[in-house]
């Protein structure tokens, strides 16, 4: 009777549903995957099968194997109508599943503004966190829900909230290219200037993300494009790693004080199109930091051999200290060297460091390494010895990265990559076929009948999943199905048999769908944060790993010994 029931809950047929509780069916039996006959009722958008079945004493808090209650399962379905009524007999909105998703988080990000305004009526918490620190915000945020953020903002949702890894929703905005999102969140006070745990700003993710206008617009509100992360990366290192050109210009143009020196140790570009302009714009802006600070020195030499004879008796030794401190402050500010702790030992060294004959040098040895460390001649030799810490460890770091073949990959807007959507389509290709074998064998269908290509439906179902079309895929699979059965158009199929294959059929589909794509979803969003916390643990240089700020000396010491 327990099958039956489920089979009669997936139907739609209600009053068939109560004549089997009447009869003693347990109404709340679970099914393999720890579904009671509510569940699937809801998944199924039967609103009078589900009255039937809390009419008879189904539990509407029960659990599922993912720790998944009805209402998580409404609020992903959209359906309103059933939300208030399993809120109505006593739903927790508030009730987390196995990766603490409370129902408003499911509504938040496929985006049903009449689902979130009832929870919220209810008391669903607006600041409720996943496991992965995720708010219902983070989730709006990232599946781009204009309408629902603005919602959940004026219900009190904090917009500076961070996830486990430090991200604020600007963070997401910024990293997806979402520009009416982006401005919102400014709008109602998301800090600009937020700092991940690996010290990346929503610019940092944007300019990762090669989001021009994202770009643009948080540089137009004061975002700090010198801003650091962990490893020493500003916007700008990040633009010229990346080959972006346009957000190099943009960075360029908007901040006269930035750090084009380590920007240009980077400019090892992934697009060779655009290296070489590039790499002139960084040189440019490199001579002209320089003309300005020896015309800064220059004029402040003057004017102190000016003050000789003034009352304040300052002697030639502290005159020259102060001249000496003038060098050091103006490299820093002017120059954008971005380590106190080394400083060069002239201008001129600097000046030379920049020449073209120099640079050209440089990226003759990066395109062939091994050669030119053979050939070089020693009058041609490159010298660091007048370059800060932070440009030597870069430009070392991008020579080792080129030798071993290692890139800079931003893990942004790749949330799911190909091999894993593969993974996923696999998984859910392989549920499928086992819901279409049951389906012909108790519908009596052979399953030759059925011309089904799983490698071709694989590819589609990947495609759909790298789309992010996450909703599109139940309905291929079902209509695939009926396209695969050429004998019920040749009369060869009787209407019967095919009607109830497709019953039978459809009775999991879209539960196995729903779960999976319930899957991918937390798999991604952990996956994409995790990436980003753990970068610095994938296989690099020793130098892409060493922080340059403040301790660099103990590492240079290294380096210049050959233990680096």
């Given amino acids: 009777m327990i099958n039956e029931l489920f089979a009669t809950v997936r139907s739609g047929d209600a009053n068939q549903v109560a004549d089997l509780i009447n009869k003693g069916a347990d109404v709340n039996a679970r099914d393999n995957r720890g579904n009671t006959p509510l569940h699937l009722a809801v998944l199924a958008d039967k609103l009078q099968v589900v009255e039937k079945l809390i009419e008879g004493g189904a539990d509407v808090n029960a659990k599922n194997n993912h720790g998944a209650t009805p209402l998580h399962w409404a609020a992903l379905n959209q359906n309103v109508n059933i939300v208030e009524k399993l809120i109505e007999k006593g739903a927790n909105v508030n009730e987390k599943n196995k990766y603490d998703n409370v129902p408003l988080h499911y509504a938040a990000g496929y985006g049903s503004l009449s689902v979130i305004e009832k929870l919220i009526e209810k008391g669903a918490d607006i600041n409720a966190k996943s496991s992965n620190g995720d708010t219902p915000l983070h989730l709006a945020t990232k599946n781009s829900h204009l309408d629902v953020l603005e919602k959940l903002i004026k219900e009190g949702a904090n917009v500076n909230e961070r996830n486990k890894y430090g991200n604020i929703p600007l963070h997401w905005a910024a990293g997806y290219g979402s520009l009416s999102i982006v401005e919102e969140l400014i709008e109602k006070g998301a800090d600009i200037n937020a700092k991940n745990n690996n010290g990346n700003t929503p610019l940092h993710w944007a300019v990762k993300s090669s989001h021009l206008e994202v770009a643009k617009f948080l540089i137009s509100n004061h975002a700090d494009v010198n801003a650091k992360n962990k490893d020493g990366w500003t916007s700008l290192h990040f633009a010229a790693a990346y080959g972006n050109l346009n957000i190099v210009k943009l960075i360029l143009d908007k901040s006269d004080y930035v750090d084009a020196r380590g920007a240009l140790a980077m400019a090892n570009t992934l697009n060779e199109e655009n290296s070489l302009e590039i790499l002139n714009l960084l040189e440019e802006r490199i001579r002209k930091n320089e003309e300005t600070t020896q015309h800064f020195i220059r004029h402040r030499r003057h004017r102190y051999s000016q003050e000789e004879g003034s009352s304040l008796s300052i002697g030639v030794h502290n005159r020259r200290s102060i001249v000496k401190e003038d060098e050091n402050s103006l490299q820093n500010d002017k120059i954008g060297v971005t380590s106190g702790t080394s400083k060069p030992s002239s201008f001129i060294n600097i ?48 020579f080792i990265r080129k030798i071993t073949g290692q890139k800079y990959i931003s893990t942004v807007v790749q949330s799911i990559s190909p091999l894993e959507a593969q993974g996923y389509a696999l998984n859910i290709i392989e549920e499928f076929e086992k819901v279409v074998e049951q389906a012909a064998l108790k519908s009596g269908i052979s399953m030759h009948r059925l011309n089904i290509d799983c490698v071709e439906m694989q590819k589609e179902v990947t495609a759909k999943i790298t789309g992010g079309k996450f909703n599109e895929i139940s309905g291929f699979l079902n209509s695939y199905v009926e396209q695969a059965c050429h004998d019920r158009e040749t009369g060869k199929l009787s209407p019967k048999k095919f009607n109830k294959f497709m019953v039978v059929f459809n009775k999991e589909l879209d539960l196995i769908v729903n779960q999976s794509i319930e899957q991918i979803l937390h798999n991604r969003d952990s996956t994409l944060e995790v990436e980003e916390q753990q970068i610095n643990l994938e296989p690099q240089s020793y130098l892409s790993n060493t922080s340059v700020q403040g301790h660099l000396i103990q590492d240079r010491g290294l380096i210049n010994q050959g233990k680096a």
Avoid at 356 to 384: L, R, Y
């Fill in 351 to 398: 000046f030379a460091y920049t020449t073209v004959d120099t640079i050209k040098g440089i990226f003759q040895f990066v395109s062939s390494p091994f050669k030119a460390a053979i050939s070089m001649e020693p009058s041609k030799a490159i010298t660091v010895q007048g370059i800060d810490n932070n440009g030597v460890l870069l430009l070392l770091d991008v």
